[in-house]
């Protein structure tokens, strides 16, 4: 099969959905995923040739492109912090905001003159991608990371492997008032860090069809009536497991920033720090207990 008659029916099928520039760039991260070649090859060798088998691959992936899947659970893995991460229907996809406030941890960590021991505890883990960032760049860590989800912890579990990190995976409900599981197996945190769910369901008609038909609704959203509510209940929980002058970083709703200042000042925190994304969103908020 001649690749490039692929890629030609790639973008008759999807530019309408994508644009062009968007097939290209998808086209090439499959070559590199099935075949382990760069799209520059096409340009290099026009009559590129590969197997029945492989074109069968390109095929179901146009396939599921056509559906709105997307790409990273099409190959199944994705890229976070300069580092491989598995990911599947269990797990939401890794996001830029996301690796900025790894950034902002590790800047706050790294400013410190004498690097020690820190306990860090990432709540709502996901892939694991936070925590794993964090042991990556932390050596002298003890991190742990908690989700409900079993399925997403089964994916993180895999992640810290291929990442040849250490992190202590919690399979627990942080709206759990007893929290009894967590606390047993928990020190005091120099660090806690959460991306919870935020997104309220007035604010569906934003998302794209790809993330809305295919990313888990239980990593998501929130009721409109109380968006805040696993901020509450990790204010709560900082409170009690948070060391003096920890801090708790926390990705949020971009269109709640002055309601978290508010709510982290009724949990009596300190040196309050609402910060922006790459975008003017604010998306990150820090607290020292």
Not at 8 to 36: C, R, W
Not at 81 to 90: E, I, T
Not at 112 to 135: F, H, P, Q, R, W
Request: proline share 3%.
């Amino acid at each position: 099969m001649v690749l490039k008659d692929i890629l030609n029916n790639y973008h008759t099928e999807l530019d309408a959905l994508y644009g062009k520039d968007e097939v290209n760039s998808f086209f090439g991260i499959l070559m590199e995923h099935y075949l382990e070649s760069k799209r520059i090859q096409l340009v290099l060798n026009p009559e590129y040739n590969i197997t029945a088998k492989q074109g069968i691959l390109f095929l179901n992936a146009l396939s599921d492109l056509k559906n709105h899947k997307p790409i990273q659970y099409v190959i199944g893995e994705t890229e976070f912090y300069g580092l491989s991460f598995k990911v599947n229907k269990h797990t939401l996809i890794p996001r830029p905001e996301t690796e900025e406030l790894v950034t902002f941890i590790l800047e706050d960590v790294t400013s410190n003159t004498v690097e020690k021991s820190l306990n860090i505890l990432d709540i709502g883990t996901g892939t694991g991608c936070i925590a794993i960032s964090l042991a990556k760049n932390l050596a002298k860590a003890n991190v742990s990371a908690l989700d409900v989800s079993k399925e997403a912890l089964s994916i993180a579990e895999q992640n810290s492997e291929l990442n040849k990190v250490v992190v202590g995976f919690i399979h627990d409900d942080i709206l759990n008032p007893s929290h009894a599981k967590l606390i047993s197996v928990s020190h005091k945190f120099d660090i806690i860090v959460s991306n919870p769910p935020y997104v309220r369901n007035l604010e569906k008609e934003e998302i794209k069809p790809n993330v809305l038909d295919n990313e888990p609704h239980l990593a998501l959203f929130v009721e409109d009536d109380n968006p805040l509510q696993f901020y509450k209940v990790i204010c709560e929980f900082a409170q009690l497991n948070l060391k003096d002058k920890g801090a708790l970083y926390l990705e949020i709703n971009e269109y709640l920033g002055e309601d978290m200042i508010q709510l982290l000042n009724d949990f009596g925190f300190k040196s309050i720090e609402l910060k922006t994304d790459i975008f003017g969103k604010d998306r990150m908020i820090k607290g020292i207990k």
